[in-house]
């Protein structure tokens, strides 16, 4: 609990412990999953409540509250583990002193600031905001060098990440119809 209260105050040397501790992977993980199920079900209700007033054309196409909670758990356990082997990559590439197992550790630990989404509105902007810092923190201290270059690795990382999702996206979308 401890670890989870030093990365939600964004306190570095929790990240680099964090980062260092193999052992850390496993809750890790189990944080992920359970931000997922919690992001899985909000993203249902909120299907649900928006439901009755939606176009039944619209809500055809974005599918069932199950359909939806089941693909945002999905989607974001592979989104962490792919993301995490991306960044740590490129982190790599940038002189950095990392590996993908410490990005999944410090990724999977920033999973916490989703818990901000229960709050309406305000809740998404600050978890959004929290994910980005939490995680620049996290490469900087895991690949050990300067926060420039951990914005530079987040940046693109992302550029990565969109482009290969939009090659997948077009890959699989005949195909899953």
Same mark, same amino acid.
């Given at each position: 609990m401890d670890r989870i209260l030093g990365v939600f105050t964004l306190k570095a040397p929790v990240y680099k412990q964090i980062a260092e501790d193999t052992s850390a992977t496993t809750t890790a993980a189990i944080i992920?999953?359970?931000?997922? !199920? /919690?992001?899985? @079900?909000? *993203?249902? +209700?909120?299907? $649900?409540?928006?439901?009755?007033?939606l176009p039944p054309e619209q809500?055809?196409?974005?599918?069932?509250?199950?359909?939806?909670?089941?693909?945002? !758990? /999905?989607?974001? @356990?592979? *989104?962490? +583990?792919?993301? $995490?082997?991306?960044?740590?990559?490129?982190?790599n590439a940038f002189g950095g002193k990392?590996?993908?197992?410490?990005?999944?550790?410090?990724?999977?630990?920033?999973?916490?600031?989703?818990?901000?989404?229960?709050?309406?509105?305000?809740?998404?902007?600050?978890?959004?905001i929290l994910s980005v810092i939490g995680a620049i923190i996290g490469i900087r201290e895991a690949a050990?060098?300067?926060?420039?270059?951990?914005?530079?690795?987040?940046?693109?990382?992302l550029i990565v990440l969109f482009i290969v999702s939009?090659?997948?996206g077009l890959i699989l979308s005949p195909i899953l119809g």
């Open positions: 992920v999953v359970v931000m997922a !199920i /919690i992001g899985g @079900i909000l *993203g249902a +209700l909120a299907i $649900s409540f928006a439901g009755s007033s809500l055809a196409q974005m599918g069932s509250p199950v359909k939806i909670a089941i693909s945002t !758990i /999905i989607n974001t @356990i592979v *989104g962490w +583990l792919i993301g $995490s082997a991306v960044f740590g990559f490129i982190a990392t590996n993908t197992g410490e990005m999944l550790r410090v990724f999977g630990y920033t999973q916490v600031f989703q818990i901000l989404n229960i709050i309406p509105c305000l809740g998404s902007i600050a978890a959004l050990e060098f300067s926060t420039g270059k951990a914005v530079l690795t987040g940046i693109v990382g939009m090659v997948v």
